[in-house]
């Protein structure tokens, strides 16, 4: 490339310069012919010379002619008379010979101007007509200059062009090396093919990923964003623009402010999205970060599915093991002979507490809710929380969107559990009240936690707000987004504390089916 702009410079300079010196030759030319022909005219109207071109007084014309000449330092000044016959000449043997280029337009009374080769060589002519006193043409006046002295002077003037444009060149050539220095600097030494090939890798990197991708220059300006940023900000991120004043949301803004690499987690709508930054540098000099954002709705969604799957598993395992259990001690007791004892510890198995899933307990018609409360209330016992199902609980209908409805009743159940059993209160309990309202479903979750501060209810839901510690606080959130997203609701209507149970109330509409599965029963 700076080869290229060195020719191109070179070539543009080395054009203007012969163009240059086409126009100085006819300028001086030009000059040098206006000056022949004004020499002439002041020749022409000398006193005398007229009267003594009429005369034929040959000496005094040569006599005036030569002082001409020599004041005016011309190769020649020659006067005729009517005929075109020489009266004066700077070679005396020409006089009274006729002059080697035709009179004839100046004896006719105009001026002539040009380049012509006569007795004394080539020469830049100016011819006048001589007049007297009334006017009348007498003869002719001819003034010429050197063609030598052109050629000088045009050589003198495209020597001083020459040095003017040798020094531009050479400042242009100089720019041209500094530009492209900057230029390489800029681009860390790539040459155009690398710049072409990097930017053919960067379209088909940004476009070909499923994650957001914002680009920002050390000043927060937003170089370039892929069409998957767009689609997951839910609004346009425009090159150029400010990062931080836009719209962005709260995961992407704590993403900007926090260390680099570390992630940031939060709700945004009904999608949960995790962001980090990470700057980059070239040779330690800071070109801005990269931000990347991605959906974990679905892993968030998932997981919870596998948590109620996990936790089923997890309770009847025990299940298991404990009906095992209870099989050899009958067994034991009836091989030793003791049948009365079998039948009171039998008697003594019917009464106690079970947290199984019974078929019968038909006031929930969904199985996919009673296997997560069977394995949650596993899992509950185990933390020392109570766990139940209130008596008016009454759903006779399955569900249409089983994975919202385990997502909220899921993180409304491990926050409750989590409360009650960090709290002082004793028996930790945690109740759960079902109820269908039409196809709405409303879960009422209550528990014996400490409950929640005045000051700590407008942020309750807020994703990362949470007094368990970092990286927490996701649970509450993501029931927001979810209500929001099915068009329904989530709040508080107790906060608790002082003997009071904290209860949370959501409301998720359309997510029962119409007709009843007539089923009855309780659920304990």
């Not at 509450?476 to 608790?496: H, K, M, Y």
Request: charged fraction near 20%; charge should be negative; include cysteine.
């Amino acid at each position: 490339m700076l080869l290229l702009q060195a020719a191109v410079l070179v070539c543009v300079v080395g054009l203007g310069f012969a163009l240059l010196s086409v126009q100085l030759r006819n300028l001086e030319e030009q000059r040098f012919e206006e000056r022949a022909l004004n020499t002439a005219r002041v020749v022409a109207a000398q006193p005398g010379l007229a009267a003594a071109v009429l005369a034929g007084n040959s000496p005094e014309v040569q006599r005036l002619a030569l002082a001409a000449q020599r004041a005016a330092r011309a190769l020649f000044v020659v006067v005729t008379d009517r005929r075109g016959i020489r009266l004066a000449h700077p070679n005396p043997a020409e006089i009274g010979q006729p002059v080697s280029t035709s009179p004839e337009a100046a004896l006719r009374g105009r001026e002539v101007t040009n380049i012509e080769r006569g007795t004394l060589g080539l020469s830049a002519r100016g011819k006048v007509p001589l007049r007297d006193g009334g006017g009348r043409i007498v003869g002719e006046v001819s003034v010429g200059f050197d063609a030598n002295e052109i050629n000088s002077s045009a050589w003198r003037l495209l020597g001083v062009t020459a040095g003017f444009l040798g020094v531009a060149l050479a400042l242009g050539l100089a720019a041209t090396l500094w530009l492209t220095r900057i230029q390489k600097r800029r681009t860390f030494g790539l040459e155009p093919d690398d710049v072409a090939e990097l930017v053919r890798e960067r379209e088909a990197v940004l476009f070909g990923v499923s994650d957001a991708v914002i680009a920002v220059d050390p000043d927060g300006i937003v170089t370039s964003a892929n069409g998957e940023a767009e689609r997951l900000l839910g609004m346009p991120v425009p090159v150029g623009a400010r990062l931080a004043e836009l719209v962005i949301p709260e995961p992407v803004r704590r993403a900007l402010d926090a260390a680099p690499g570390q992630r940031a987690i939060g709700a945004f709508g009904d999608r949960v999205l995790v962001a980090s930054r990470r700057p980059v540098d070239h040779g330690g000099r800071p070109l801005g970060s990269v931000i990347t954002v991605f959906d974990r709705t679905e892993i968030e969604q998932l997981t919870d599915e596998l948590d109620a799957v996990r936790l089923m598993s997890e309770a009847l395992r025990a299940q298991r093991h404990e009906f095992a259990n209870r099989l050899h001690t009958v067994h034991g007791l009836l091989m030793t002979g003791e049948p009365a004892e079998a039948i009171e510890y039998v008697d003594a198995l019917l009464d106690a507490p079970d947290v199984s899933i019974a078929d019968d307990t038909g006031a929930i018609a969904s199985s996919t809710i009673r296997a997560f409360l069977a394995g949650k209330t596993a899992e509950a016992a185990e933390l020392g929380v109570r766990l139940a199902v209130s008596d008016t609980s009454w759903v006779p209908q399955k569900l249409l969107a089983p994975v919202e409805v385990i997502t909220v009743l899921g993180n409304l159940v491990n926050n409750a559990v989590e409360a009650a059993h960090g709290s002082v209160v004793r028996p930790a309990e945690v109740v759960i009240d079902l109820l269908c309202d039409g196809d709405d479903l409303v879960v009422s979750v209550a528990n014996t936690g400490a409950g929640i501060a005045t000051d700590e209810l407008a942020t309750v839901f807020a994703a990362g707000v949470s007094k368990y510690g970092p990286d927490r606080g996701l649970g509450l959130a993501i029931v927001r987004s979810v209500t929001d997203s099915l068009g329904g609701s989530v709040e508080v209507t107790n906060p608790g504390g002082d003997g009071r149970m904290t209860v949370f109330v959501a409301r998720l509409p359309h997510t029962l089916r119409s007709e009843p599965s007539g089923v009855e029963g309780a659920v304990r």
